[in-house]
């Protein structure tokens, strides 16, 4: 978070120096000490570095960010340092001019190795402190801030002075407890007022700062006391915020398994078909959304932001086109014989995935994530990442348009009379055969676009579906098979339940301990949390 905050600083800057160098009262960089990068061994450049931010000029921002991102480069003749971007004209670093008739045989690159670009950021940092822009400021303040480095108390004290922003103000000020509280010179009252400040704050990094300020034998009894305090209050603020991530982890991966086993409950649950193939419609759905981001790479790749929203409509009939097919091809003739329609269906999975396999090879895929999705929101304690929290919304979105499918239309009604009452409904005239296979045809295609939203956090490989067909199964059978109500308590109790054990007995054991319960629930309850009458249960 460190870096990435700064690296959106330094870019931001970036661009108002390349503006700024445009006009005509322009200060230019201090040529001696630019083109100094190019002298020396690597252990002088932190040096040469700081030297570089003493002069406060915003005008060695984009010298820093060169030399962060392996652009800074010298002439081989005379050492003059030079801008040499990976597309756009070479620039003088010192002027910010371009230049014109060079190539990269007569430049040598100026080395850096990660100290020296973490002291460039941090240099970066300082020179931001002071913009008139206020979410570069902001962005200054959180790169020290996590930094906290006793050298940028002075610049941080007087940023302190000349800030009019309130939430501004607040975060310095808890910057600058942060380091007061390293500084074994501060005054007892100065102690105090940051130990306050980080009780306040809370988190894991004022947590330790407080530890190692109460393990300190130079310290009043009185301060100790406080700091004392603080950590027990700090550490009870924690574990609640800890539970709080665990359910939050907890619905995340109930989402998941949300969308992995919603269209399950229909094919299994309403139909009674065990369908070991279900996990490939997952991975039909994931690599459709790979095709999708493909092709606009290559020939849109302005509308990139919306690929997933036309991934959506294509992996629902891809998914469901390959569903229809195999129940008019293969499953209606194997109804009320469930062993040999578990050994048909995953017979279809295996063919599936090799034919995956040999069309888009066997490793990995990239499927990226549109800038809506991606980064993180802080809420208080919690950390929600976007596209997570985006799965959750569109989960329960599904889960609400299939409820009004099945219960406001036409066709919903009809595979509720099917499924109440098989013969009753044939009577009536229902055409039994083509609900099957339409009804079929809607869970494949679920579970397409549940691909979809499992392609932004999982690896799509063609044994994406293996990954959850096995949980799918346990989130049916546990919130009671067919009913849309269970799998959704199902599939977040079941999720709530392994972010909880798995800090304590691991990942795969927590997975060993939810299959226990579910077994030993089914003894109790066979027909699951709410039971379903129908053609299933029927048999």
């Not at 065990?274 to 991975?283: F, L, Q, R, T, Y």
Request: positive net charge.
């Amino acid at each position: 978070m460190y870096s990435k905050l700064l690296q959106l600083v330094a870019s931001a800057l970036l661009v108002v120096v390349a503006l700024s160098f445009q006009s005509a009262h322009a200060e230019p960089a201090p040529q001696q000490l630019v083109n100094a990068l190019a002298t020396g061994k690597l252990k002088q450049k932190p040096a040469q570095i700081e030297a570089l931010a003493a002069t406060k000029n915003p005008a060695i921002i984009p010298v820093l960010q060169a030399l962060i991102e392996g652009e800074l480069f010298y002439l081989k003749n005379d050492g003059q340092v030079v801008i040499a971007p990976q597309s756009g004209p070479m620039i003088d670093a010192a002027t910010g001019k371009p230049l014109s008739g060079l190539n990269k045989s007569s430049l040598k690159k100026i080395k850096a190795n990660n100290k020296v670009r973490r002291i460039a950021r941090a240099a970066i940092a300082k020179l931001t402190l002071q913009s008139p822009v206020l979410a570069e400021r902001q962005a200054a303040v959180e790169a020290l801030f996590k930094a906290a480095k006793p050298e940028s108390l002075s610049l941080l004290l007087e940023a302190q002075k000349n800030e009019t922003d309130p939430q501004l103000q607040t975060r310095l000020a808890q910057a600058i407890a942060l380091i007061s509280l390293q500084d074994k010179a501060a005054t007892a009252k100065a102690q105090q007022a940051a130990i306050a400040q980080l009780r306040s704050l809370g988190g894991q990094q004022a947590l330790a700062l407080l530890q190692a300020f109460t393990a300190r034998d130079d310290i009043a009894p009185q301060e100790k006391e406080a700091a004392t305090r603080a950590v027990e209050a700090i550490e009870k603020s924690m574990a609640l915020w800890g539970i709080g991530q665990n359910v939050w982890y907890g619905l995340s991966l109930g989402s998941v398994l949300l969308l992995a086993a919603i269209g399950l409950a229909i094919t299994f649950g309403v139909m009674g078909i065990i369908n070991m193939a279900h996990g490939e419609m997952v991975m039909l759905g994931a690599y459709t959304t790979f095709v999708v981001q493909e092709v606009i790479r290559s020939s849109f790749p302005g509308v990139f932001e919306y690929s997933l929203a036309i991934a959506l409509p294509l992996a629902f009939l891809v998914a469901g086109s390959v569903g229809f097919a195999m129940e008019r091809g293969i499953i209606r003739f194997l109804y009320g014989r469930p062993l040999e329609t578990l050994l048909a269906t995953w017979g279809v999975s295996l063919v599936l995935q090799q034919a995956v396999r040999s069309i888009f090879g066997p490793t990995n895929k990239q499927v990226g994530n549109p800038e809506w999705m991606s980064g993180a929101y802080e809420l208080g304690g919690l950390m929600l990442t976007a596209n997570r929290l985006w799965i959750l919304a569109f989960a329960l979105l599904v889960f609400a348009l299939l409820l009004v499918v099945l219960r406001r239309t036409r066709f919903g009604l009809q595979m509720r009379a099917v499924t109440q009452n098989r013969r009753m409904a044939a009577s009536m005239g229902i055409r039994t055969p083509w609900v099957d296979a339409f009804t079929f045809a809607l869970g494949s295609g679920i579970a397409g676009i549940a691909g979809v939203a499992l392609s932004q956090i999982a690896n799509v490989s063609p044994n994406l579906g293996q990954t959850y067909i096995i949980d799918s199964f346990m989130v049916v059978v546990f919130g009671g098979v067919g009913n849309l109500w269970g799998t959704l308590v199902g599939a977040m109790t079941l999720g709530v339940a392994n972010k909880f054990l798995e800090p304590y007995a691991g990942a795969v054991l927590a997975k060993i301990l939810t299959l226990v319960f579910i077994i030993l629930f089914i003894q109790k309850r066979p027909r699951g949390l709410f039971a379903q009458k129908g053609r299933a249960v029927e048999a």
